[in-house]
Nanobody, 126 residues
């Protein structure tokens, strides 16, 4: 079984920084891509940043130049470094891990599927 856990959220003042982590655990052989989404109260979930297995990155226009996505393959962990945070970026940040090839012991097989974490709250406020 694969588990995805986000961490690093919290309260930060406008203009401040936070680093989020997304760790995937289990018997994992490969991951196609990892995405960070966020959802503010009353709004739709939006894609913030992505990184694929080739190391290519993409960012929402609103965060370009302020957010950096990176990965540590040996730990199946992806980070989102956020700086110059704005109050309107208060949201629950979710990690989505795509194309995870992992061992499913209950089925005795390798399976490929996507996973979501439970989310981590980021509050930008003075």
């Amino acid at each position: 079984q694969v588990h995805v856990v986000e961490s690093g959220g919290g309260l930060v003042q406008p203009g401040g920084s936070l680093r989020l982590s997304c760790a995937a655990s289990g018997i994992i052989f490969s991951i196609d891509a990892t995405n960070w989404y966020r959802q503010a109260p009353g709004k739709q979930r939006e894609l913030v940043a992505s990184i694929n297995n080739g190391g290519d990155t993409n960012y929402a226009d609103s965060v370009k130049g302020r957010f950096t996505i990176s990965r540590e393959n040996a730990k199946n962990t992806v980070y989102l470094q956020m700086s110059s945070l704005k109050s309107e970026e208060t949201a629950v940040y979710y990690c989505n891990v795509e194309g995870v090839l992992a061992a499913d012991k209950s089925k005795g097989a390798l399976i490929t599927r996507d996973y979501w974490g439970q989310g981590t709250q980021v509050t930008v406020s003075s």
